[in-house]
């Protein structure tokens, strides 16, 4: 086991109702002057940015808006929201909506004690010293931002989709996770949060650092509960204790509770994230594409991790042939995701008949070099181009 | 799921060497005098302690030292502690050692701001509002204590053992976590230590709340990979990343990890509590005298928690019959904690020869009401007699 930091200090008040609670966090959190952020027209539609809004007030709280982040958040709403920040002057910022709209707000966050463009961050070409504090009413379970220090944008130029990890600044101060806001999320939308959350946990479990038990047990934990919970949910949308398993899982898939130790992969991301920037397709959808194929990647070139999934996750009988335990675990978690969560698993059945792999796989290697490190496979242009057929099938 | 609250915010720095970063920690977290509050003598013996007062010292900061906390710590240290304290002025406590050295800094920590007799708070006569901040170097993996609220202190008056669980304002700020201190435990504690991680794990898993499954999924991954680590550091002591995996485990065990929406039971704890608050055993060993038997009652009573451990912890097959299996399980784990971890499993093996069984029963009455409330099972004067005798056996 390697040296490690874990530092997940969000209060995370999880349960019915607990939107209610807004009002009273921000205060507790030394909020005076709060800039909201959220996305499209349902958290309007639904009623909930009003009773947020009635809460912030009931606490004193001076408020601003900034509305219409997309999904797959774009650099240009960013800016929109800095120059927002720069008139408002909020002493906190607080996200109602899922992972774009989090991400959205820890970019702004980042960016407003910053004197050049915020995008040197993710660039990479400069380092956040602090952050605005952020406070998250979490309405769809994906991304695990609402517990993480991560935010992914895109840049609207460059087609670049990139992601910086300050979990010391930019972990969230609260996050309020009612299960009762995602009874209403579409199959679609809750299918491909599954997905992206079950990633999340296998970016960090496939990895070929030795001797990290607790974390692959946890990990292994996570990703049992849930499949038995999303197959209720998928039969039934108004299940509210799988709705509500689902969203916790969502959030500890991404704060670190399962990496511990280790060196994470995350190859499969940078090449999901090539599409999403080219086609603008749902990130958990994407996910669910290029996995599977990396699973059948790593069964022929290194097989063990993934046989260890199959055997204690996947219900795949250990037969002393790691390779192929290892094939039979990706093919099966290939069945599930298309069978149970009704996901696309091929780059057609994601609507993309003709994809330009070529296009995709270069624009990956020039932004991550011509190997991709990943803690469990480094990957050159052949191998990312290999798995990239194999999503074709 | 009922609706929870998880808030964790300690900074967890595991690793070796680790210690050596006390002094920044110290001053990250806005130390400036630094009371040190540690046990016997082998903090001192092994260096330790001369290591965090070089590093403290590089940081600038002022310290005093409170020496001499024993196991089971008492009423009596921490008003000593409370006295050095008002005099020196500390403006943040450092433990360096295990829960009892953790559970005196806690009580000093929210003693320090009362104008009443500390005590008040383990009475329950009086709540504490604030506290003094918190650091850990842990020497010790079990009481869980560097990651939760919780503080247990005997009374040397009436023989009370009780807690406090204060998790907003004694969570510690950081804990400091090598591996490599603790190779050199004694088997008897590394093994209490396991015990009584297992136990917190059981004390939360055991609950009749349903549909809680990530938190069930959670707990039964890191029984799994307490007890297949714990196998192999009891046959090789010197083993690095087993005593890594087991450190962690006793942390994550306590920090409310797999608590997570449930009602949780306790009332082992609270029967052992009697047990060594009386005759002054270890902790955990007390644990592994009471858990089984407890787990044997409740096979008899409310089998399902229990049989589902059998069945997915302990490699007892699925009979169909919840009760057996669950015997099967309870019977299991206690060879498991006598032939593998070398603990006692009777009142005898832990060297009490005629408990006087009336005496624990009756104080644990008196003290916890004529019904043990309990997640899982509440239990009776009759109930916990019958659980006590069946730790004779």
Redesign the interface.
Known sequence: ????????????????E?ENQVGTLCAKYEATRVMIVYGGGSAVRSGLLDRVKVSLAASGMEMCELAGVQPNPIDTKVREGLELAHSFRPDFLLSVGGGSVIDTAKAIAVGYHYEGDFWDFYAGKAKPAKALPIGVVLTIPAAGSEGSGNSVITNTKTHVKVGIRQPMILRPKFAIMN?ELTLTLPEWQTASGISDMMAHILERYLSNT?????G???A???L??IM??AERLMENPNDY??R??IM??GT?AHND?CS??RVEDWNSHAMEHEISAEYDVTHGAGLAVIFPAFLQYAAKHNAHKVAQLAHRVLGIADSGNAEADALAGALKLKSWLHDTLHMPVTFAQLGIEEPDLELLNTRLHNLKGAILPGGYMPLDAQATMEIYKLAME
Chains 1, 2 share one sequence.
């Open positions: 086991m390697n040296n490690f930091t874990f530092y997940s200090p969000t209060e995370f008040v999880v349960g019915k607990t299960p030795p001797e990290v038990q607790i692959d047990r946890l292994e934990g996570m049992l509960a038995e919970t204790d799988a509500a398993n916790w899982c500890i509770t511990l130790g």
